[in-house]
């Protein structure tokens, strides 16, 4: 009888265990000072938006060394090198994963753009994706959906408006990445979507006034609403007017500068649970 029963809990801790971690996904926001890196992991495959700046490289590959020996793919939003700072050596740490970004055309022969075009595009053509809206990403369970840039006005002169929108959606659970876009595109996306409503969004170009339009927050009302910005950053990011709009819609305003790495825990259900990995 008790071997019966020891049968059945070891049949629970084995089987059942795993099924369950495998439902969650996870999505960390990493404190890489100015800049911007995030991580979505589910069922052992991760996938990192944006690289950080050249500073915090070794900084974020660290964090990325506790999560994973591995990377299924790297979406950068565009070329800014507060985004992009990072790629080179992870992209060689990781083994060259798939690449996606926005398909900005390079301006010229300046570096490091063209190094990245002709490493990330040219080199593997067959592992690499320009996005546009309408492109979807198929994680299993998670739809990543891209809304920003678009054919009509892409590409521009404008990096940051052309920046990478993404719809993350699982289950009931919805998230919108903001990459550096700007008023202009949370405007367009007012226009061009019957609903934004979502759970979690990354703030866009750092919480810069750029930002921020009232309707568009009032669309989105998030629970969450993450930034990704440094302490006295010099472009004077974030700015406290668009802060006191997101806080004022009643979500929850958390800071990679304040609060350091940022990561959520989802489930299929739609319930989020957050902490502060790096104990700021």
């Keep these: 009888m008790i071997l019966s029963y020891l049968w059945i809990f070891l049949l629970f801790v084995f089987y059942k265990q795993p099924c369950a971690m495998a439902e969650e996904l ?4 990493f404190d890489v000072g100015e800049g911007d890196a995030a991580l979505l992991s589910f069922d ?3 996938y990192l938006i944006d690289t950080g700046n050249a500073k915090s490289i070794y ?29 080179f050596y992870l992209y060689e740490k990781f083994n060259r994963p798939f ?18 075009a002709e490493l990330a595009r040219k080199t593997n053509p067959r592992n690499y994706r320009a996005l546009t809206r309408g492109d ?8 990543l959906e891209v809304l920003v840039p678009t054919l009509e006005r892409f590409p521009g002169d404008d990096w940051n408006e052309n920046s990478l929108v993404i719809r993350l959606q699982y289950g ?3 998230a919108l990445l903001m990459g550096d876009a700007l008023i202009a595109t949370e405007k367009f996306l007012l226009e061009h979507e019957a609903s934004l409503k979502c759970d979690l969004v990354k703030l866009g170009h750092h919480g810069s006034k750029y930002t921020g339009d009232q309707d568009f927050i009032t669309a989105v009302s998030p629970q969450y609403a993450v930034l990704s910005v440094n302490q006295d950053n010099v472009r004077e990011y974030p700015s406290s007017e668009v802060l006191e709009r ?8 958390l800071r990679t500068d304040l609060n350091g790495d940022i990561v959520f825990t989802v489930a299929k259900t739609g319930a989020i649970q957050q902490q502060s990995a790096s104990g700021k």
Excluded: M
């Design 44 to 46: 052992d495959r991760h």
């Design 26 to 29: 996870k999505i960390h926001f």
């Design 246 to 253: 997101w806080k004022l819609s009643g979500s929850k305003l």
């Design 99 to 116: 690449v996606f970004d926005n398909g900005a055309a390079i301006p010229g022969i300046e570096e490091p753009y063209r190094w990245y």
């Design 59 to 87: 900084s974020l590959a660290g964090k990325l060394d506790k999560i994973t020996d591995q990377l299924a793919g790297i979406i950068i939003t565009h070329l800014h090198q507060d985004h992009l700072g990072g790629f």
């Design 172 to 174: 009931k659970f919805c």
């Design 136 to 143: 979807k990403i198929n994680l299993g369970a998670i739809n």
